[in-house]
Structures are given as C-alpha cells and as structure tokens.
C-alpha cells in the first residue's frame, strides 16, 4: 500500500506538469526552472521534546527544485522536490527515553541511556498554483500554494546501559501533504522565501529489548518552515 501510494502521487506529479504545459499554451511556451538552498526549521510537534508524539527535530537543512509555468500574466502552475534533513535532539531523547525504559523494567532508580542515532530526511513532491505580483521595478511578491506527497524517514535509535541495550528501528512513512509559501523575486532571478510544509505519516516501530521484540505502528506529525535561497533560470 505504501508503495502504491507513492507511485500514485509520482503519476499526480507528473500529469500535472504536463497539464500546466497544456493550460498555458496560449500564454507562454517557456517553462521556468529554479533551484534553492537554505533551512530546514522543525515547528510544532516535530520539533517538541515533551509531548507524546515528539520528533526531537533540531534545525537542519534544505533543497528544492522547481518548474513552473504562467497560465496567465500573473498566475503559475508549480511542481516542486523538495528534500530536508534535520538532526535528532540526542540529548532530549536520551533523557526521556531513560525515563520511559524504567517504567517499563520497574526500576525506580532510573535508567541512565546512552542514545545512538541518526537523522530524519524528508522528501516532499507536492504540485499546486502560484501567483506573483510586481511590487517594485525589479522585484516581484509571489506566493505558492501545494498539494502532494510526504515521504519521510524517521531515525533508527540505538540504546544501551552497563550490560542492556536496544534498538528502536522504523519503516519509512508516506502522508498526503500541504504547503503554502512566499517570497520575493529580484531582478527575475534571485528568489528568496519561505515554505511551510505539513503531514502526518504513519510508521512501523520494533522495539528490541532485554530479548523481547514489540512492534506498534505510531503517527508522528512532521512539520517544517524552509528559508530558503534559489536561483530562477
């Protein structure tokens, strides 16, 4: 199912470039390219290191690609990969993941962890309408609106004390997802702004301690604001 769905929004993707080539015939043969660098800052949830469904997201990094085309003056077709990394609050989780290990042994003095891990990674294939506006000679307002596809990998967790240890490993999640961005464009190639991206995926956790294995399948939402600097072919 998981792959069937991510096949599925590859096909979304990919029609509705082709339909924005369609639409805008009449307007504009050029497609626009643009690629972007810059932020990845984990909000809400993701980033949390006390509510159920924390992610102990630090901030991190992003890239993007883009293609757009005008359907009129001041109206765009976009379809956008973008792909973020960010780090893993080690520390946090260490702590409440020693917290939560002796509740589940019994062991009222606590259990001092030591965390292994990695970091998240997302991808984001999303497609929607933009609009722009000039506000100045040179510069140009714009703001995005997309719908698509989250593909997200969540950190595999390594944990041990003295002589116990563990491993918490989890399956890639895929969500629908939404975005909305804007920015500003100067001298119609530097392209600086902001997208917030949002979505829920499930993942399947295994949990291996003390030789027993536990697996649950958990939501956790992730969401993200990107700052970020691109360049308009």
Not at 22 to 29: N, T, V
Not at 98 to 110: E, P, Q, S, V
Not at 136 to 160: A, M
Request: some cysteine; proline content about 3%.
């Amino acid at each position: 199912m998981k792959y069937s769905l991510y096949y599925s929004f590859l096909i979304l993707f990919s029609v509705s470039l082709f339909c924005s080539c369609i639409y805008a015939q009449d307007f504009s043969q050029v497609i626009h390219y643009s690629v972007f660098a810059g932020m990845s800052l984990p909000l809400s949830d993701f980033s949390s290191t006390t509510v159920s469904d924390a992610g102990f997201a630090n901030p991190g990094f992003s890239a993007m690609f883009e293609a757009d085309k005008n359907i009129n003056e001041n109206i765009y077709w976009a379809s956008s990969i973008s792909f973020t990394l960010n780090h893993l609050d080690k520390y946090s989780l260490q702590s409440s993941l020693g917290n939560n290990l002796a509740l589940l042994i019994g062991n009222n003095m606590g259990f001092q962890s030591n965390v292994s891990a990695g970091n998240y990674t997302t991808t984001w294939i999303m497609t929607g309408f933009g609009f722009e506006l000039p506000v100045l000679p040179d510069v140009k307002f714009y703001s995005v609106e997309q719908i698509g596809l989250l593909i997200s990998t969540f950190p595999d967790i390594s944990f041990y004390n003295y002589n116990t240890s563990g491993v918490i490993t989890t399956t890639t999640g895929t969500a629908f997802a939404a975005e909305l961005g804007a920015g500003i464009i100067i001298i119609d190639h530097i392209n600086i702004g902001l997208r917030y991206y949002t979505g829920e995926p499930y993942y399947k956790q295994t949990l291996t301690f003390s030789g027993s294995t536990e697996n649950v399948k958990e939501e956790f939402p992730v969401t993200i604001l990107q700052f970020m600097i691109g360049y308009n072919f």
